[in-house]
């Protein structure tokens, strides 16, 4: 069994050496807009194109069918028909989903499992419950099965999580849920908005490959494409980069 399955984007793929991996939990973090659902959906439409389920956890209602159509029109209505949709509305009904992924997580069937909006009803429901020792720990055990399933099945976690200003420190920006979804994740990819609505993608955090190292890219209706930026990548890889889905399934 290969380590690691392909991004559905040859840009990823070449940042991460191979694509994510399959035994641990790989975040994406940024800005709203950025681009995180949209990494999920390449991940997501390449996993069901090599013929496995993809179960998605949508917590903030990010996912679009108009732009997956947009995005694979051909193949859309499979894509859709290979994914399992769980749709939280709460911080309890997050926990029952995870529960539910000790049932339906058969590797032999899951190819993949997003969590898209990692700490949204986690945040929410810091708003509401005074405890917040007992609403942590509880984050951290949910963090905890998906890093279990990962592990044991060999079933690769994406998650996307949402970052907020840092008031000690002007200009930078931390991580919600903080040290909790720092310790689960073994890969991370912070994704910051650029002039002229280009982005880089940068690896934070990595168990095998060298830190802060980036890509950039534009946001096109196809998916992603690359640009040039001092200290990125090469002009002659340019025409390498387009986004992929294996053809022989999609």
């Known amino acids: 069994m290969d380590l690691k399955i392909p991004s559905g984007s040859a840009l990823i793929d070449r940042l991460l050496d191979g694509g994510y991996e399959r035994d641990a939990l790989t975040t994406i973090f940024g800005p709203p807009g950025c681009g995180k659902t949209l990494l999920c959906m390449l991940a997501t439409a390449h996993a069901v194109g090599m013929g496995r389920k993809v179960v998605y956890i949508d917590t903030e209602g990010n996912f679009s069918v108009a732009r997956l159509q947009q995005l694979f029109p051909d193949a859309h209505r499979q894509v859709l028909d290979g994914i399992i949709f769980l749709k939280p509305i709460d911080f309890d009904e997050q926990a029952k989903a995870f529960g539910k992924l000790r049932t339906i997580a058969d590797p032999k069937k899951v190819g993949l499992i997003v969590l898209d909006g990692a700490a949204m009803l986690y945040r929410l429901e810091l708003g509401k419950n005074r405890d917040v020792f007992a609403v942590n720990r509880e984050f951290g055990v949910q963090l905890s099965n998906l890093t279990e399933i990962a592990r044991r099945y060999g079933i690769p976690v994406?998650?996307?999580?949402?970052?907020?200003?840092?008031?000690?420190?002007?200009?930078?920006?931390?991580?919600?849920?903080?040290?909790?979804?720092?310790?689960?994740?073994?890969?991370?990819?912070?994704?910051?908005?650029?002039?002229?609505?280009?982005?880089?993608?940068?690896?934070?955090?990595?168990?095998?490959?060298?830190?802060?190292?980036?890509?950039?890219?534009?946001?096109?209706?196809?998916?992603?494409?690359?640009?040039?930026?001092?200290?990125?990548?090469?002009?002659?890889?340019?025409?390498?980069?387009?986004?992929?889905?294996?053809?022989?399934?999609?």
């Open 158 to 250: 994406l998650i996307t999580n949402q970052v907020y200003a840092d008031i000690n420190d002007e200009g930078k920006t931390k991580i919600v849920g903080g040290d909790i979804l720092r310790y689960a994740s073994k890969c991370m990819i912070e994704i910051r908005k650029l002039t002229g609505g280009n982005r880089i993608a940068e690896l934070r955090k990595h168990r095998s490959l060298p830190e802060d190292i980036g890509v950039a890219f534009k946001i096109t209706g196809t998916g992603l494409e690359e640009i040039e930026l001092p200290g990125t990548q090469s002009e002659e890889r340019k025409n390498d980069d387009k986004d992929f889905v294996p053809a022989n399934t999609l």
